[in-house]
């Protein structure tokens, strides 16, 4: 079933997936690595002018080592989640220092890097440099869960288990199973979507596991969606938009316009400080870490 499986999925990604710059043959492995931080928890479209402006002021990891951490940050802009920012430079930092200015193909030395984990690792590893390696998020988990064991999703996080069975169905040859992962990820995402899946289209359908069983998926939603609008992280995004839109050191004084709460707002400021998203520069004076 794994050949079938692959082989079809790579043909309709073939003829459908999204012509997505980071994709192209001539993109870095850089590239790959800073489209992989960007898309976590973002969507492409906000993702793809953000990568498109990064890539050029930062075409290199030494481009970006040299520049100041503060100045990632600035360029992360509204994508949310900024200490991926920061990881992106504390990589840079590293793979400039390192391994000689190149994003290594290794897994091991991509695990090693900072911040980066079991998906972003195999994502550049099969992505950048066509090795075998099963590449596995939420997308990939719920159509195999789906096409293989007939469940209707898949656990929460991603498993040892997880990457074995999806190892399974990738081709032996390097280059092929690179496809496959590609192939297999937007399927998850333009397809076998989480609620409203589109069997009919679905290159998989006549295999598919879930399907044959005539099992309905459950209504309602999975998880209840994150909140935003008067958390700590909507204050903390107020605040670092100021540091972020200001030149030199911001008084205490501009931070305190931005949201009426003095307590959450010495906590989302405290927050900043800690994760080293913002620097002290003199009394009651802040900015972007340098």
């Known amino acids: 079933m794994g050949t079938d499986l692959a082989a079809d999925a790579v043909a309709w990604y073939d003829a459908n997936a999204r012509d997505l710059p980071w994709r192209a043959a001539d993109t870095s492995p850089w590239g790959v690595l800073v489209s992989e931080i960007m898309l976590q928890q973002t969507p492409v479209s906000r993702v793809l002018p953000a990568w498109l402006d990064w890539m050029r002021r930062w075409p290199t990891p030494a481009d970006l080592a040299a520049d100041a951490p503060g100045e990632a940050i600035r360029r992360w802009g509204r994508l949310g989640y900024p200490?991926?920012?920061?990881?992106?430079?504390?990589?840079?930092?590293?793979?400039?220092?390192?391994h000689g200015g190149c994003?290594?193909?290794?897994?091991?030395?991509?695990?090693?890097?900072?911040?980066?984990?079991?998906?972003?690792?195999?994502?550049?590893?099969?992505?950048?440099?066509?090795?075998?390696?099963?590449?596995?998020?939420t997308n990939v988990?719920?159509?195999?869960?789906?096409?293989?064991?007939?469940?209707?999703?898949?656990?929460?996080?991603?498993?040892?288990r997880d990457l074995r069975d999806v190892e399974a169905l990738l081709p032996a040859d390097p280059e092929l199973a690179a496809q496959t992962s590609v192939a297999f990820m937007e399927l998850g995402a333009l397809i076998c979507t989480a609620r409203n899946p589109r069997c009919t289209p679905c290159p998989l359908a006549r295999t598919c596991t879930f399907r044959a069983s005539g099992a309905a998926l459950p209504t309602g939603r999975t998880r209840r969606p994150q909140g935003y609008a008067g958390t700590d992280r909507q204050v903390r995004g107020l605040l670092l938009a100021v540091l972020r839109e200001s030149t030199g050191p911001v008084p205490r004084t501009r931070l305190d316009a931005v949201w009426p709460d003095a307590a959450q707002r010495a906590r989302a400021l405290s927050g900043l400080l800690s994760d080293g998203l913002a620097g002290e520069a003199g009394h009651d004076l802040f900015v972007l870490p340098r």
């Open 83 to 98: 200490r991926r920012a920061l990881r992106l430079h504390e990589c840079a930092v590293t793979i400039s220092t390192v």
């Open 103 to 137: 994003v290594p193909s290794e897994l091991d030395a991509l695990l090693a890097l900072p911040g980066i984990g079991t998906y972003t690792a195999r994502a550049v590893a099969a992505f950048a440099y066509r090795e075998r390696h099963p590449v596995v998020d």
């Open 141 to 160: 988990r719920r159509l195999v869960a789906r096409a293989v064991t007939g469940a209707a999703d898949a656990g929460p996080t991603t498993t040892a």
